[in-house]
Structure formats: structure tokens, C-alpha cells
């Protein structure tokens, strides 16, 4: 069994920064892509980084030098930092990961999902 953990979500001025951490934990034998999307009340759920396990990382283009994705293989986590919040990020964070557990194959995995409210 395999569980994605969110934390470091919460309440923050427009202008302010969060970390956003999600560890994965179980039965893995190697974990490929991993990212970080969004949903807002009303809209679709969103990528808004997503990070290879060679480091690659990709953004959209609301988040671009703002936001910066990274992972620590090691220990199975993936890191979200915002900065210069805007009130439009307004969200549930949720981390996806790409996990190989036995065989060949592996498939997407979710996290719970962490709110981050910008606000003044």
C-alpha cells in the first residue's frame, strides 16, 4: 500500500510565501514523475509543476518564476515552493507520483490535498 502525504498549506498575505512538502510511503520500489496540482472551488483540477527523477521540471505558465518544484529521491518527497503568492492560488494543493511497487508497471498515486489560502 502506498500513501502520499501533504503538508505546509495555510493561510498567507498576497506576497507571502509557503513550502509545500508531500512524502510517499509504503511499498515502493521507485517513484518516475511527481507533481503538484491544483483545484480551485468551481474549476477543474490543474498541473501546476511537475519534476522528473533526473530533476526536469515544467511549469505553467501562471507559476513561472514564482514557483519552484523539487524532489529528494532519497526520501520520497517532492517540495512545492510559492513565492510572491498571488490571491488567485487560492486552492487545494494535491501531489501526484508516478510509483513502480512490483513488476514492471507502475501508476499514478494522490495525495489528500492541502489548502493554500492567499489573502489579505
Known amino acids: 500500500q502506498v500513501q502520499l502525504v501533504e503538508s505546509g498549506g495555510g493561510l498567507v498575505q498576497p506576497g507571502g510565501s509557503l513550502r509545500l512538502s508531500c512524502a510517499a510511503s509504503?511499498?515502493?520500489?521507485?517513484?518516475?514523475?511527481m507533481g503538484w496540482y491544483r483545484q480551485a472551488p468551481g474549476k477543474e483540477r490543474e498541473l501546476v509543476a511537475g519534476i522528473t527523477r533526473g530533476g526536469n521540471a515544467n511549469y505553467a505558465g501562471s507559476v513561472e518564476g514564482r514557483f519552484t518544484i523539487s524532489r529528494d529521491n532519497a526520501k520520497n518527497t517532492v517540495f512545492l515552493q510559492m513565492n510572491s503568492l498571488k490571491t488567485e492560488d487560492t486552492a487545494v494543493y494535491y501531489c501526484?507520483?508516478?510509483?513502480?511497487?512490483?513488476?514492471?508497471?507502475?501508476?499514478?498515486?494522490w495525495g489528500q490535498g492541502t489548502q493554500v489560502t492567499v489573502s489579505s
Open positions: 509504503g511499498s515502493i520500489f521507485n517513484i518516475g514523475d
Open positions: 501526484n507520483a508516478d510509483i513502480r511497487q512490483y513488476g514492471p508497471s507502475s501508476r499514478g498515486y
